[in-house]
């Protein structure tokens, strides 16, 4: 593995009495795809809010490039970690362009207008996700597709080294699927951005990432190659269901599909 870009260490979530990180310890390497699976419940989305500091954990710690999570200041920390929500279909009038400007936040003093930098990183973020074009739209204007790929230039623009995403392709339909996570794979291959994904998309998003973390209940349940955790007895033992797989899917790995009346 190349240099870590993120460590957990015990990580355990206790939110109104309820467990839902149980000892999650692992090490994504900079530079590196990881896509992390499991059912609903399992502590996905709450893994990805306490590696962006949204949540604080009950027990454990998270490590950034080298530095416990706890010694960053705010902006210093959305400077170097970028958090796309799950996709959001509520109405916003603002313009695509203002809504990636809000991205350099952490650049910003109190009040500062935006320098001639922080407006290249705009565009920039915008071009490097095919936004560009739609600039003088409003968000509540666009697509679902499109305005994914606007919120994750708003991401971009924070100029983070680290990008998480919490379900990135859901609610879209198969082309826009496809168009974010190509921009996915760019940015990370191309880019040298460390991305960690959660997903319930075994046949697409986790064919594009480089390693898988499965959780179930809380806890690791698996780890490693897409090619090793795309194999039916794993994921019945992640899910508690089985699954046929069958020759076809993205990059040579097996399309999975859900198995009816034991087939």
């Not at 490590?63 to 920390?77: A, M, S």
């Amino acid at each position: 593995m190349s240099d870590p870009a993120i460590i957990t260490e015990g990580l355990c979530v206790v939110l109104d009495e309820t467990e839902i990180l149980k000892d999650v310890s692992m090490t994504v390497g900079r530079g590196e795809f990881l896509t992390v699976i499991g059912p609903n419940g399992a502590g996905k989305s709450t893994l990805l809010r306490c590696l962006d500091g949204i949540l604080e954990p009950s027990a454990g710690r998270v490590i950034i490039d080298g530095r416990p999570l706890g010694d960053y200041e705010r902006r210093e920390l959305a400077r170097t970690v970028s958090y796309v929500p799950q996709p959001d279909s509520g109405s916003l009038d603002f313009t695509v362009r203002s809504y990636v400007e809000m991205g350099r936040y952490p650049h910003l003093g109190a009040w500062a207008a935006l320098t001639e930098a922080d407006a290249e990183a705009v565009v920039e973020s915008m071009e490097l996700t095919e936004v560009a074009g739609l600039a003088d739209r409003t968000m509540s204007s666009l697509s679902g597709g499109e305005r994914q790929r606007a919120s994750i230039a708003a991401a971009l623009a924070q100029g983070g080294s680290v990008l998480l995403l919490d379900e990135p392709t859901s609610f879209l339909d198969y082309r826009h699927q496809v168009k974010i996570l190509d921009l996915l794979d760019r940015l990370h291959r191309d880019e040298g951005l460390t991305v960690v994904a959660v997903t319930h998309d075994l046949n697409s998003t986790v064919a594009f990432s480089d390693e898988v973390l499965a959780l179930k209940d809380g806890k690791v349940a698996a780890t490693g190659k897409p090619a090793d955790l795309l194999d039916a007895d794993a994921l019945a033992a992640i899910y508690d269901a089985d699954f046929r797989l069958i020759s076809g899917g993205h990059r040579g790995l097996p399309l999975v599909l859900p198995a009816r009346n034991g087939s």
